[in-house]
């Protein structure tokens, strides 16, 4: 079987802390007097970033322990350094692929690419450098004309034989636009969501056809998309391609009943195993354990096939419980109370 993978995590390496803290506005960081980093974005309450978020030596025990052997680190892209002037963009982005992709380890890398100005060239600097694949911010995918835009960025990657992952990123309109009374954990359920069923249903509707190898995960079960099949084919979408092997259904911030749903609406070998530690889990990173589910298959065949490194997998089979099949509708599979 492939390799037991969390396919989302984050980083923030020091050269790249440096960078931001060169900045005058937003995203910047700050050194604290005891050395600490603080983290200011327009618009939120500063942050300290602590150990967990910057020691990835730490990690590494806690990643083993929970029987997975290569977590993915992807770009902070929901603070939108991404979407910045481009020349500002590229050197950020620049300064946290080659942080991250010097540690090395069991620490795999996804690339990212400045949003107001896509070029496949960075897109091959960033893979010649050996990070895996592609990470999108949502609003890349969220009409034809993002798709459009990002059209030979996604050409190329195609061409290298390489996943994509579809990331929440900065919140609509960017972080100042909301109030300052919004609950801390408004955006991730009134925003991201939104942004990454948006790019789903774009990619279903024309994303494929465009580019059809291409292999693609999205973070959060896209936004729900993965619970939305029945509502899709009521009104005539393409059911079958949402299950598709070409698309995985990543599961941070979701527990044993709703990947149990996940499982049988889209089957259980389209979902990916990701913790998006440290925003999420700070502490621990273990898959979830599901009666019905082995935890080891959940961490490894979507990861697997989106990679690339899938020889070893095993077909699906229909009579496990787990609705691994492809194109049938999925089995049952129970959750433990």
Known sequence: MSTPTDLHQHAWPEPFLAALSARTDGPRTRVEADGSWRLLLPGEPDCVLGECD??????????????????????????????????????LLTSWHEGVLAHGGPFGVWAAVPSRDPQPRDLRLALSRGAIGLALPAA??????????????????????????????????????????????????????????????TWLDRGHR????????????????????????ARGGPVDLARSEHIAYETSSFGPRTIVAAAQSVGVDRLA?????????????????????????????????????????????????????????????????
């Open 210 to 233: 465009a580019h059809p190898t291409l292999r693609v995960a999205f973070a959060a079960l896209a936004g729900g998309g993965a619970l939305m099949l029945e509502r899709l084919g």
């Open 273 to 337: 195993f990701g913790s998006d530690r440290p925003v999420v889990a700070p502490e621990e990173q273990h898959v979830p354990v599901i009666a019905g589910i082995d935890a080891r298959r959940l961490a490894s065949v979507a990861a697997g096939r989106l990679l690339g490194d899938a020889d070893d997998v095993a077909p699906p089979v229909a009579d496990d419980g787990t609705g691994a099949g492809s194109g049938a509708a999925p089995t049952p599979v129970r959750v433990a109370a």
């Open 54 to 91: 910057i020691d990835l030596h730490r990690r590494e025990g806690a990643l083993f322990a929970a029987g997975l052997d290569r977590a993915l680190l992807v770009p902070p892209l929901a603070i939108g350094i991404d979407g910045l002037e481009a020349d500002d963009a590229r050197q």
């Open 140 to 201: 890349a995918l969220a009409d034809a004309d993002a798709l459009e835009r990002h059209g030979p960025v996604l050409e190329e990657l195609a061409r290298a034989d390489r996943p994509l992952f579809v990331h929440p990123g900065a919140p609509a309109g960017g972080a100042a636009s909301g109030r300052p009374d919004d609950a801390a954990w408004w955006p991730a359920l009134g925003d991201y969501t939104g942004q990454l069923l948006r790019a789903w249903a």
